[in-house]
Antibody, heavy 119, light 107 residues
Framework: EVQLQQSGAELGKPGTSVKLSCKVS????????MHWVNQRPGKGLEWIGR????????ISAEKFKSKATLTADTSSNTAYMQLSQLKSDDTAIYFC????????????WGQGTLVTVSS | DIQMTQSPASLSASLGETVTIECLTS??????LAWYQQKPGKSPQLLIY???SLQDGVPSRFSGSESGTQYSLEINSLQSEDAATYFC?????????FGAGTKLELK
């Protein structure tokens, strides 16, 4: 069974950074793309970007290029997203999501990590 | 970016009824569209991909279709567990984009 386990809720101060993790079990992340999606309180879904863990290549939405840094560690089968220069507008639930394979739809999702930005 | 116009924003229907949710794309996405269901406090769940392919394990009362740049999700014989918010997503071109969502309430 494929499972994506995300790290716990984060409380960050404005201007700081947080790093979220997404550990995959039951599937080798070398064989998929890992995507990140956010959902602001009471709002819809927004695609942030994706990483190819096999080679580290990333593609991100323009508005997140300077905000989100995507990385992956194939030895631990874990993907990461660092959010920098936090602002109140970054308060959201962040999901990791994937394939199967390199399919562009998301059959598997993490449970989400709530990031709250507050001083 | 490809814009996704989803309608209606909300709807209310009775058990056993059939409902249709629509998604209009700003350009041709060549059937590269997925539908997701999300319940409060949960992650989205994939229902349909490639506009009309049913994801494994999803009940057959869910179906997807298309006409030009208009995509539809039909839910037949509504069940109580279908109360949720539904999102469309184009997976044709980066950045992937989602519709704003349709909240389905059961009467």
């Amino acid at each position: 069974e494929v499972q994506l386990q995300q790290s716990g809720a984060e409380l960050g101060k404005p201007g700081t950074s947080v790093k979220l993790s997404c550990k995959v079990s039951g599937y080798n992340i070398r064989n998929t793309y890992m995507h990140w999606v956010n959902q602001r309180p009471g709002k819809g879904l927004e695609w942030i970007g994706r990483i190819d863990p096999a080679n580290g290549n990333t593609i991100s939405a323009e508005k997140f290029k300077s905000k989100a840094t995507l990385t992956a560690d194939t030895s631990s089968n874990t993907a990461y997203m660092q959010l920098s220069q936090l602002k109140s507008d970054d308060t959201a639930i962040y999901f990791c999501a994937m394939g199967p394979g390199i399919t562009p739809w998301f059959a598997y999702w993490g449970q989400g990590t709530l990031v709250t930005v507050s001083s | 970016d490809i814009q996704m116009t989803q309608s209606p924003a909300s709807l209310s229907a009775s058990l056993g009824e059939t409902v249709t949710i629509e998604c209009l794309t700003s350009e041709d996405i060549y059937s590269n569209l997925a539908w997701y269901q999300q319940k409060p406090g949960k992650s989205p769940q994939l229902l349909i991909y490639d506009a009309s392919s049913l994801q494994d394990g999803v009940p057959s009362r869910f179906s997807g279709s298309e006409s030009g740049t208009q995509y539809s999700l039909e839910i037949n014989s509504l069940q109580s567990e279908d109360a949720a918010t539904y999102f469309c997503q184009q997976h044709h071109d980066y950045p992937y984009t989602f519709g704003a969502g349709t909240k389905l309430e059961l009467k």
